[in-house]
């Protein structure tokens, strides 16, 4: 069987697939119109009729993917993520090494819910900001000068830089020449470059980072959902948010605490004086920057109830989430709303499209309180909490688009016989040892995506990657996951992801800093992929055995093999 010639319709739908991961990979076309060519290609190949590869394109993934945007951009609108990230650095201080790891835990928490490049947006400014105040001050002012901070405008990154020249032509005319310091001026300036530079990378790395922790955090997660829905119908919701963030948010962590050390190890060394802050001339600096953030905490003032009612709804939207259909106990989906079969009918995508609607029917004020000027007598109706023009302006369609694209093209392998030839194909690797098979797939994963959209490299790879699992027998996901997580390990090129092009913008960074930093943690984060793989999924997927939902397209084989498996997890390692 393995020598078998493809048919006509496989070959097409392989043609298919080869110039749409070229056209990706190339980005000749914008990616979500290479993401419509299977409608174009397969009803004319024969492959599938129109209706069947339109209904593709907007499934429940794509749904959860859209309500948990909306919510997303309401959070953003409303400042609600900026609130969080100075509240956080003022409770974790401005000492060196402490600033870095406050930064990366912030943007990894902001981006685990929100957009990485809006993240990054966000908090590379604020870093900048901050980092002028810590390098700038000068000796004998009062540090209550830090308010004073034009360069603080989040969106506007260019006059950050026009003002930190202007602040170092200013500091070397006024006033007498500072004592001479304890290391050379040359010295000292390039250990503030360093340290920039090290400030600027965290935050971009910590947001790749973070979005691995929840089904939401990154589309690639969502396209992982997707497919595995599609290619396996009879999957019992194995990949839903709760499970998915038991798995990733320990990997995230560990991978985050590892990001820190190299990149303090890289940019501070292991000054234990210098990075704790201590000394007195660093405690001025520390107080001046710490005062910038305070300043600008304090202009947002108390919270809005705009900011209390998108904070309420957010919760809300988690805890939904968590509970329900977790699998370790009933959730409220299973108890209120269950099938025949005692499944949950309401999805991931349901929860987060109420929580939406109700977003654009909460007023942002308290109702009954604002006259309409200019007729007296007449309340105004205060704006809701969110609105069309906001989400028309910032909602990302193409990523929609190109997740249909790719359910599409899992859909059309199946149905054209792709994937069984394939799977075929790859019968050899039963031979391999599974934890080598996910080893190299992931460095080979994590390569390709320095080069093209994370989003397009899972959706090329994975269908292979489940064609591959069935015909060798293992558990489809104990590839899928790994490889799906090694996607965001786009930490290399400043091309290779939105977060790192917005820190290389800022100055500072040359592609040889960026690649020096980015090598390590690649190979730091498939060694925790790994790792994360061979323990602690195993009991929470079941990876010890081929799943009978994973069956549908094989020949029977693996069922019977597997039947009654009772040895140990061939995954697990001494």
Same mark, same amino acid.
């Given at each position: 069987m393995g020598n078998r010639l493809c048919t006509l319709q496989e070959a097409y739908c392989a043609y298919t697939i080869i110039l749409m991961a070229l056209l990706w990979c190339t980005e000749a076309l914008p990616l979500a119109i290479t993401a419509?060519?299977?409608?174009?290609? =397969?009803?004319? $190949? *024969? %492959?599938?009729?129109?209706?069947?590869?339109?209904t593709e394109y907007l499934k429940d993934t794509n749904i959860l993917f859209i309500g948990g945007m909306l919510v997303a951009l309401a959070v953003e609108h409303w400042n609600l993520h900026k609130r969080i990230a100075l509240r956080v650095l003022l409770i974790i201080g401005v000492r060196p090494s402490l600033l870095i790891l406050g930064f990366m835990v912030?943007?990894?928490?902001l981006s685990m819910w929100i957009s990485n490049t809006a993240t990054t947006a966000m908090m590379v400014p604020i870093a900048h900001a901050v980092l002028e105040q810590l390098h700038k001050v000068p000796k004998g002012k009062d540090v209550e000068e830090g308010e004073n901070n034009p360069a603080f405008e989040l969106q506007e990154p260019s006059p950050q830089k026009e003002e930190t020249k202007l602040d170092e032509k200013d500091n070397k005319q006024d006033g007498p020449a500072p004592p001479v310091p304890s290391e050379p001026k040359a010295q000292q300036d390039e250990e503030q470059l360093r340290f920039t530079r090290g400030m600027s990378l965290c935050?971009?790395?910590?947001?790749?980072?973070? *979005? %691995?922790?929840?089904?939401?955090?990154?589309?690639t997660n969502l396209v992982l959902q997707g497919q595995v829905n599609s290619i396996f119908p009879e999957n019992d919701n194995v990949v839903n948010f709760a499970s998915w963030f038991a798995f990733a948010f320990p990997t995230m962590v560990i991978l985050l605490l590892l990001s820190w050390v190299w990149l303090q190890f890289l940019f501070l060394g292991f000054n234990f004086r210098k990075n704790c802050g201590l000394g007195d001339e660093m405690r001025e600096r520390e107080r001046a920057a710490f005062e910038v953030i305070r300043r600008e905490h304090k202009l947002l003032g108390p919270m809005t109830f705009a900011e209390k009612a998108v904070s309420t709804l957010f919760v809300l939207l988690v805890v939904l989430w968590f509970t329900r259909e977790p699998g370790f106990f009933t959730g409220w989906g299973n108890l209120a709303f269950s099938d025949e079969d005692g499944k949950s009918m309401p999805s991931d995508g349901t929860v987060a499209i109420l929580i939406a609607v109700i977003l654009f029917i909460m007023p942002s004020k308290i109702p009954g309180l604002t006259q309409e000027p200019g007729k007296p007598g007449k309340l105004k109706a205060p704006p809701a909490l969110l609105n069309w023009k906001i989400v028309k302006e910032k909602m990302p369609w193409n990523i929609v688009l190109l997740l249909g694209g790719g359910f599409a093209l899992a859909k059309g392998s199946e149905e054209s016989g792709l994937s069984k030839w394939l799977g075929d194909k790859l019968t050899p690797l039963e031979s391999v040892p599974p934890p080598a098979i996910a080893f190299i797939l992931c460095l080979l994963i994590a390569t390709f995506t320095e080069c093209t959209s994370n989003v397009a490299t899972t959706? #090329? =790879?994975?269908? #292979?990657?489940?064609?591959?699992?069935?015909? %060798?027998? #293992?558990?489809?996901?104990?590839? $899928? +996951?790994?490889?799906?997580?090694?996607?965001? +390990?786009? =930490? $290399?090129?400043?091309?290779?992801?939105?977060?790192?092009? #917005?820190?290389?913008?800022?100055?500072?960074?040359?592609v040889t800093h960026m690649a020096q930093a980015g090598f390590m943690l690649n190979i730091l984060g498939v060694l925790v992929i790994t790792l994360a793989i061979n323990t602690w999924s195993i009991p929470m997927f079941d990876l010890h055995s081929f799943p009978s939902w994973a069956q549908s397209n094989t020949t029977g084989f693996c069922g019977v093999s597997q039947a009654n498996i009772t040895t140990p997890s061939p995954y697990t390692t001494v």
């Open positions: 419509f060519l299977p409608t174009v290609m =397969f009803p004319m $190949m *024969g %492959i599938m009729g129109a209706s069947v590869v339109s912030v943007t990894a928490f935050v971009c790395y910590s947001a790749s980072i973070g *979005g %691995i922790a929840t089904l939401t955090g990154t589309t959706t #090329i =790879f994975l269908p #292979i990657l489940a064609s591959m699992s069935q015909a %060798i027998c #293992i558990h489809p996901l104990y590839v $899928m +996951l790994p490889c799906t997580l090694s996607s965001s +390990l786009a =930490f $290399m090129l400043p091309v290779a992801t939105p977060p790192n092009a #917005i820190a290389f913008s800022f100055g500072g960074l040359k």
